[in-house]
């Protein structure tokens, strides 16, 4: 079978844009490796709860201020506008919407993806197989790299996409204390000081009975796991039970451009879109408009990915104003997404 798209990598980028192509009657696979956890505050505002349709199940918290404490100790309380920020657990939340993308229709595998071939027949991803290590292709028309920060599809097929700088961040996943003065389950805290990061900033975020506490820098002296420790101990959280620990590089600045002119574009963390504080540049957010390439002509193709890509609103804006060739089909595909 020749897919229309393959899709590598299946976090909330990746999958997001293989379950929109498939609702929108594309033929599309997935590849993941499975089992990885990517490290993540979970931040998720309530404009990206509605644009795509996350349930209350997978909101572990409802976070109503962000407390900035500055490198001298001095802490300023900013309550979140329109309410809250909702807060989502990275184990569970990733495998729901590669669920969510394999029932709309897109084929799953799971792999390592190892390279890309070209011949007179077309596009091959080539990706070794998890279960029986053997190496496996999978034909399509396009490809959308999605497979994080240090980006395999990035560095082989797009220029620059090797050369971007990042941090390493870290964190803990922790069992949430009791309510206290230094710890508030509806309060996210951003901590800048030199002394947890010289060059980025920890964090410690509630996800309900548990919660994140991590940091991240680009100096390659920092201990991370001495820095979150130090951290966790200004927050009075050393004595938390401790429940996973993970670690992964975030991109600093985006790419000068996402794709190969042809027949790849880049989504999330592998086009190196940057996350900042609470709002994380909505995770899911670049993903949906990377790969809503379809039109009502039925065009579908690199120039369509990228217009999507760099586009100022989400699919669910563009329908509501009625964007040519895009308000009809996403008219007709909210009301599926919303029963799904």
């Known amino acids: 079978m ?4 393959v899709v590598v990598g299946a976090g909330p980028s990746g999958a997001t844009a293989a379950e929109d192509l498939a609702r ?17 505050g979970g931040a998720v505002p309530p404009r990206l709860i509605e644009d795509f349709f996350i349930p209350d199940e997978q909101i572990v918290a409802k976070v109503n201020t ?15 506008e329109n309410g809250f920020v909702g807060m989502v657990d990275r184990e569970h939340f990733d495998e729901f919407l590669r669920k969510r993308a394999k029932d709309a229709g897109a084929h799953r595998y799971t792999g390592t993806f190892t390279k890309i071939e070209r011949d007179a027949e077309g596009v091959h991803v080539v990706y070794r197989d998890k279960i029986s290590g053997n190496e496996m292709k999978l034909d399509a028309k396009l490809v959308i790299g999605a497979d994080g920060a240090r980006s395999n599809v990035a560095r082989a097929e797009v220029k620059d996409g090797d050369k971007i700088p990042y941090v390493i961040a870290y964190h803990e996943i922790i069992e949430a204390p009791e309510p206290t003065p230094s710890y508030d389950p509806a309060r996210c805290d951003v901590v800048y000081d030199g002394k947890i990061s010289p060059d980025f900033y920890g964090w410690v975020f509630p996800h309900g009975g548990q919660a994140s506490v991590g940091m991240g820098s680009m100096v390659k002296s920092v201990d991370v796991k001495q820095a979150t ?6 927050s009075g959280l050393t004595e938390c039970k401790t429940i996973r620990k993970e670690g992964a590089p975030i991109p600093l600045k985006p790419l000068d451009r996402w794709d190969n002119g042809k027949d790849v574009v880049l989504a999330g963390d592998a086009a190196k879109r940057r996350c900042t504080l609470i709002r994380r540049r909505h995770l899911l957010r670049h993903g949906w408009r990377t790969c809503r390439g379809h039109r009502g002509s039925g065009h579908f193709g690199i120039r369509a990915l990228k217009r999507f890509a760099t586009g100022p609103k ?8 009625g ?3 895009v308000g009809r089909n996403a008219k007709r595909l909210l009301p599926q997404r919303r029963a799904a």
């Open 2 to 5: 020749q897919y229309d798209v």
């Open 314 to 321: 989400t699919l669910h804006a563009r329908a509501q104003a």
């Open 229 to 234: 420790a130090d951290l966790r101990a200004a």
């Open 24 to 40: 929108s009657g594309h033929k599309v696979a997935f590849i993941d490796r499975d089992g990885r956890i990517k490290p993540c």
């Open 323 to 325: 964007v040519p060739g």
């Open 66 to 80: 962000a407390r900035m404490i500055s490198p001298t100790g001095r802490q300023v309380d900013i309550p979140i």
